[in-house]
């Protein structure tokens, strides 16, 4: 065969250049076929993982770059159907010898990488004992996220069992609530936000309390909670502040997007007191007027009381209508609720909104021509009879302002005011403070105090240094007659002896602060009068 001589000197640069070889091969590229050998993922055992994650429980260097590694062994077994996650967690929690709160942080990083369904943060749960405890341990080590995101995952009756069992501690006013537990509670409520369950726990919350409801009962609560709130600090109830106000964003009067409505919660719930098949179901207010006492304080801090407050105002004055019209069936308690709302709204706003709790109250119940009482013959009758009721239980700086507005306001409007103003001047005598309606206080917290001028003494100061004498030679013991005068002569005591005491100078003046000490320690002065008296010391 002859030799052909290669004349083709053309270089190619690619197979699509020889048309000839590329037609051939139907237009596809020849390839060199070579053997390819691919690295073997080194797959690790379920145990192995777990082992690996026992030791960056106990070590924290180069937590990061382990947690990546630890992410990627189980994606790969996961994706080959060979991860037990059971089986993970067991030896995990039977090997851990590192604290639950570790256990807990490094567990949720874990969790929070990994892309795929190998471990969630709920299916720990079941393997931790103590779960509670641990979450709150770890918000008290300020891994307030990490527990957030456990009580996230819980299910939604658990959250509620818990919520109810911490409730007991968020009612009791007599104690206080550790601030890491209270924090825990409120990230429980914070995971309810469908309005019916909101409303099925405050129910539940507010029968906690196994507490009698009679009227005069809640007259003796909505005393305390005012005393509580205007009179001290509320140093028991200040880890719970947190919790009383996200629990106020619930309501209409905090929140405008709420329909909820917290005074028409509190009205109902007065109404189920009154009701007799609710004999052994007591609904507990004083949660409630804590709420939105906090939620008032929240709208100051903020900014927003200067928008909420004719909403708020507009809702008081619908339940003042509602509660007269309705008459008196549950006994005062509605009305008595309703003031007490105002009293806690104006208390808080009027310095930013330049208008009070004497304005308010003027203008619903006293003005000739605002008065929600005109021409109400029946229900100016339940409105005085209600007042006169809760004499006993108001507060000194509201008694003023009742006092020395129903003092201005004609008969024509409200029957019988001259009974209830005589019988708040008695009261107010006895309690220590001024009576002579001339003013407004300032504050419901600061009563205006006894005027000296309008107090006369009945003999001279030289009574009070006699007494202080009696005191001294009975050996620091009060004198008999003075007890008496306290019994008998009760107006007498308080409203010209006491002041006149507290006011003397002289020489036996160590003397005289010990009969006065002995006369607080028997309960024989206002607490107002002494608290004045030892400012001025």
């Known amino acids: 065969m002859p030799s052909i001589p290669a004349t083709r000197k053309k270089v190619l640069k690619n197979s699509k250049e020889d048309i000839i070889q590329w037609n051939l091969t139907n237009h596809h590229y020849k390839y060199n076929l070579k053997m390819r050998h691919h690295e073997k993922y080194n797959d690790k055992t379920t145990i192995e993982i777990a082992k690996s994650f026992l030791r960056l429980l106990n070590n924290t260097n180069n937590e990061a770059r382990r947690i990546e590694e630890i992410v990627n062994d189980i994606t790969h077994l996961y994706q080959s159907v060979s991860f037990d996650s059971k089986q993970f967690l067991e030896h995990v929690i039977t090997h851990a010898t590192s604290s639950k709160t570790r256990l807990l942080v490094v567990y949720h990083k874990l969790v929070s990488q990994l892309h795929v369904l190998a471990l969630s943060i709920r299916l720990i749960f079941s393997y931790i004992p103590n779960m509670v405890e641990t979450l709150v341990e770890l918000i008290s080590f300020e891994e307030d996220k990490v527990a957030e995101a456990y009580i996230e995952s819980m299910q939604q009756n658990v959250r509620h069992e818990l919520i109810i069992e911490g409730g007991r501690q968020l009612v009791n006013w007599n104690e206080s609530i550790r601030a890491d537990y209270a924090k ?59 919790i009383f106000q996200h629990l106020s964003s619930w309501f209409f009067e905090f929140d405008p997007d709420s329909e909820w409505k917290l005074i028409d919660l509190m009205l109902h719930s007065a109404h189920l007191n009154s009701m007799p098949d609710q004999i052994g179901i007591t609904n507990d207010i004083s949660l409630l007027l804590y709420i939105y006492h906090s939620g008032c304080q929240q709208l100051v801090m903020s900014g927003n009381d200067v928008t909420r407050i004719s909403d708020i105002i507009r809702t008081l004055n619908e339940g003042v209508v509602k509660s007269l019209e309705e008459g008196a069936s549950e006994g005062g308690q509605e009305l008595a609720i309703i003031l007490a709302l105002a009293q806690f709204t104006l208390e808080h706003m009027h310095a930013t909104i330049g208008y009070t709790y004497a304005n308010w109250f003027d203008t619903t119940f006293t003005h000739q021509r605002t008065s929600v009482l005109l021409n109400k013959k029946r229900a100016s009758s339940i409105f005085i009879s209600i007042l006169q009721d809760m004499i006993p239980y108001e507060l000194p700086g509201i008694l003023q302002i009742h006092g020395r507005s129903l003092a201005n306001c004609s008969q024509d409007i409200i029957p019988r005011i001259s009974v209830y103003v005589s019988a708040t001047k008695r009261r107010l005598l006895e309690l220590g403070v001024n009576a002579s309606f001339k003013s407004y206080p300032s504050s419901l917290k600061k009563p205006i105090p006894p005027a000296e001028n309008v107090m006369p003494m009945t003999q ?14 009975k050996g620091k013991v009060i004198p008999a007659s003075l007890l ?15 002041p006149k005491l507290l006011a ?7 003397a005289k602060h010990q009969l006065i000490l002995a006369l607080k320690e028997k309960q024989k002065i206002p607490e107002s009068m002494y608290k004045q008296y030892i400012e001025r010391k």
Do not use: C
Not at 213 to 226: G, I, P, S
Not at 460 to 473: A, C, N, R
């Open 460 to 473: 001279g100061m030289d009574e009070i240094y006699d007494i202080i004498q009696q005191f001294i030679k």
């Open 184 to 242: 825990f509670l409120l990230y429980l409520l914070k995971q309810e936000t469908l309005l019916e369950e909101q409303k099925l726990l405050l129910m539940q919350l507010i029968r906690l309390n196994n507490s009698s409801t009679t009227t005069h009962d809640v007259f003796r609560y909505l005393q305390k909670a005012k005393q509580n709130m205007f009179m001290t600090h509320m140093d028991k109830q200040l880890t719970k502040l947190p």
């Open 484 to 498: 008496q005068s306290h019994v008998f002569r009760r107006q007498w005591f308080t409203a010209t002896f006491l």
């Open 504 to 510: 003397w100078n002289g020489k036996e003046m160590e």
